[in-house]
């Protein structure tokens, strides 16, 4: 992961339509300026997951010409069956096509969690980089290797307008669904051991550990936020806040869970341990809230499915396992 972070350096290039960029080991990203579409090259890719570059291109000619409706694709490829599989009308420095975000996060996928046609090499560096990208979006990931911003576009339009916030959204779901469904049990599951193993009050203990989580980060108890806010005392705040702190309070529950159950600290004290590991200069401040996530989620699939029955097209969408999206054309 560290590996992968550190390669958001490289080589880049403008052209009147493109940006492109270019990491040490030779894989290549693209973006639209006009629209933030995004994908990578053949090569690219193939370097990317680390196989031959005919590999990839084999891939591509099947799924190209494969059925829609009946064929024998692995299950994370279905999708794309029949479809061009890049940005039409684009093309690299030499010519070549350039293969959409949403197929080159399906072969990732693919590469990382099924196929048993690669080395464990070449595997594990697909299974961390599909590591990156669910917290990411492959679109997004393409965006921060090419430098890609919404002021780079040439005209701005009500559709990109609403991928982009569509997108933006996703990040935000998938980060609060692994807050929810993976950090929150995790830590709930060491407060009850140490509960347990000091006869301490669980209930309270949980509660306490999660009013010195709130006092550091935003010098306010849960109550207090809510009371703040006017919101019930049934409000998950979580659901109600943007996603970069929703990382900062999943970090900081991975990591007092650790503190928790490999250090036999204290809940509250293993909070502060966390806190000074995770954000040392932090100073507490209120954090926004917003939207609820899952009824943003609601607003956004009913508007999507909206424009695909006004528009006969399917719109692009996220992939519920993953939160990144299949295909952008």
Same mark, same amino acid.
């Given at each position: 992961?560290?590996?992968?972070?550190?390669?958001?350096?490289?080589?880049?290039?403008?052209?009147?339509?493109?940006?492109?960029?270019?990491?040490?080991?030779?894989? !290549?990203?693209?973006?639209?300026?006009a629209t933030g579409q995004s994908g990578m090259s053949h090569s690219g890719l193939a370097r990317f997951l680390g196989m031959p570059q005919q590999r990839v291109s084999k891939w591509v000619k099947r799924v190209r010409e494969a059925n829609p409706d009946e064929?024998?694709?692995?299950?994370?490829?279905?999708?794309?069956?029949?479809?061009?599989?890049?940005?039409?009308?684009?093309?690299?420095? !030499?010519?070549?096509?350039?293969?959409?975000?949403?197929?080159?996060?399906?072969?990732?996928?693919?590469?990382?969690?099924?196929?048993?046609?690669?080395?464990?090499?070449?595997?594990?560096?697909?299974?961390?980089?599909?590591?990156?990208?669910? %917290?990411?979006?492959?679109?997004?990931?393409?965006?921060?290797?090419?430098?890609?911003?919404?002021?780079?576009?040439?005209?701005?339009?009500?559709?990109?307008?609403?991928?982009?916030?569509?997108?933006? %959204?996703?990040?935000?779901?998938?980060?609060?669904?692994?807050?929810?469904?993976?950090?929150?049990?995790?830590?709930?599951?060491?407060?009850?051991?140490?509960?347990?193993?000091? %006869?301490?009050?669980c209930p309270k203990l949980f509660s306490d550990t999660h009013d010195a989580m709130n006092k550091l980060l935003q010098g306010l108890k849960a109550r207090e936020i809510r009371e703040q806010n006017k919101l019930s005392r049934s409000v998950s705040l979580r659901?109600?806040?943007?996603?970069?702190?929703?990382?900062?309070?999943?970090?900081?529950?991975?990591?007092?869970?650790?503190?928790?159950?490999?250090?036999?600290?204290?809940?509250?004290?293993?909070?502060?341990?966390?806190?000074?590991?995770?954000?040392?200069?932090?100073?507490?401040?209120?954090?926004?809230?917003?939207?609820?996530?899952?009824?943003?989620?609601?607003?956004?699939?009913?508007?999507?499915?909206?424009?695909?029955?006004?528009?006969?097209?399917?719109?692009?969408?996220?992939?519920?396992?993953?939160?990144?999206?299949?295909?952008?054309?």
């Open positions: 992961m560290r590996q992968l972070a550190a390669q958001l350096g490289g080589r880049d290039s403008r052209s009147d339509d493109l940006l492109r960029h270019v990491d040490p080991d030779g894989a !290549e990203y693209f973006t639209v300026k064929n024998s694709l692995p299950k994370r490829l279905k999708p794309f069956a029949g479809c061009d599989l890049i940005l039409t009308g684009y093309f690299d420095s !030499e010519g070549r096509n350039i293969l959409t975000d949403g197929f080159c996060a399906a072969m990732i996928e693919y590469y990382a969690s099924y196929s048993k046609q690669v080395n464990k090499q070449s595997q594990a560096k697909a299974q961390q980089t599909l590591d990156l990208i669910k %917290h990411l979006g492959m679109r997004v990931f393409i965006h921060k290797k090419t430098g890609w911003k919404s002021s780079d576009r040439s005209s701005s339009t009500v559709e990109d307008n609403f991928e982009l916030e569509f997108e933006t %959204h996703r990040v935000r779901l998938s980060v609060r669904e692994i807050l929810r469904f993976e950090e929150y049990p995790e830590l709930k599951s060491a407060i009850r051991e140490y509960g347990q193993k000091h %006869h301490c009050v659901d109600h806040y943007d996603t970069r702190p929703l990382m900062d309070y999943s970090a900081l529950s991975r990591l007092t869970a650790n503190q928790i159950r490999y250090h036999q600290k204290q809940p509250v004290e293993a909070v502060r341990i966390a806190f000074e590991l995770l954000l040392p200069k932090h100073i507490p401040q209120s954090v926004p809230i917003i939207e609820n996530v899952y009824t943003a989620d609601k607003r956004f699939r009913d508007a999507a499915k909206q424009k695909r029955l006004k528009a006969g097209v399917q719109l692009s969408l996220f992939t519920d396992d993953l939160g990144i999206n299949p295909q952008l054309l």
